[in-house]
């Protein structure tokens, strides 16, 4: 296992828009996050969440600074490549979470596979896996609206993590679920952090930001605090 931070984000600034409109979401942020670490990102609301979990996924670029994501700043990239980094090594979990209604379950988590040039059999093959292991083996025939919302959060949380993804981030991933199943999905980011991936989980919950090693909080678009989570109790 490498020892490098999964993501680096050195001296990060993004401004939305320009002139009068300009807002500064992001102001001179730097956050490291390593193999196995689970960071949480709290904050107000337009603090800069979204924002930061953006830039750290490649779906958006800074103003100025650096993201680098496994060693390899992502503005040296060119398009088609930044689009093949961000399929392969990231996974994203979004409160929308954009399931097709058309697929199954299992055919939801191969898709961003199959797109990846991965052969359909391997792709079920793994797809199964990840099903399996967030406990759904048994739905992956079923469509989406065949399934509980947490089982649908389930299927999203399988498809950010089919593949060799080393980085997570996710976007209130427990969104309206009750708090057992919302404990569930930690516990899956959890376990999948700790067999080395890097993730960066934003949450208003401080239950769920329990789960984390880190805690950081941002305050109008700046690192405020940034703690080291010992609420082991809470888990
Ligand atoms: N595309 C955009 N154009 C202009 N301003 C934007 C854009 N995206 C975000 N902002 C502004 O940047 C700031 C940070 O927004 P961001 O969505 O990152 O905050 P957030 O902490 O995720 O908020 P929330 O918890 O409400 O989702 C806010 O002032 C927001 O209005």
């Not at 953006?54 to 993201?67: E, I, K, Y």
């Not at 199943?181 to 959890?190: A, K, P």
């Not at 952090?193 to 919950?205: K, P």
Request: glycine share 10%; with cysteine; proline share 5%.
């Amino acid at each position: 296992m490498s020892f490098d931070p999964v993501l680096r984000l050195a001296d990060v600034t993004r401004v939305h828009g320009d002139g009068q409109q300009a807002v500064t979401a992001l102001r001179e942020v730097n956050l490291d996050v390593d193999p196995g670490e689970l960071v949480a990102v709290m904050g107000p609301s337009g603090s800069g969440k979204s924002t930061l979990l953006n830039l750290a996924g490649g779906l958006d670029q800074p103003t100025s600074g650096s993201v680098v994501v496994e060693g390899t700043p992502l503005s040296i990239l060119s398009a088609g490549a930044l689009a093949g980094l961000r399929r392969r090594r990231v996974g994203y979990v979004f409160q929308d979470l954009n399931l097709i209604p058309s697929l199954t379950a299992v055919e939801n988590v191969m898709l961003p596979r199959e797109l990846d040039g991965v052969r359909a059999k391997q792709a079920r093959r793994e797809a199964l896996e990840v099903l399996a292991e967030v406990g759904l083996g048994e739905a992956a025939d079923r469509f989406p609206d065949e399934i509980s919302g947490g089982q649908r959060q389930r299927v999203a949380i399988a498809r950010a993590l089919a593949g060799e993804r080393r980085l997570i981030l996710a976007d209130e991933p427990t969104g309206a679920l009750d708090t057992p199943t919302g404990d569930e999905i930690l516990q899956l980011l959890r376990t999948r952090c700790d067999a080395g991936a890097a993730v960066l989980l934003v949450t208003h919950e401080p239950r769920y930001a329990a789960w984390a090693d880190r805690v950081v909080f941002l305050r109008d678009g700046e690192i405020a605090d940034s703690t080291a989570a010992s609420l082991e109790s809470a888990r």
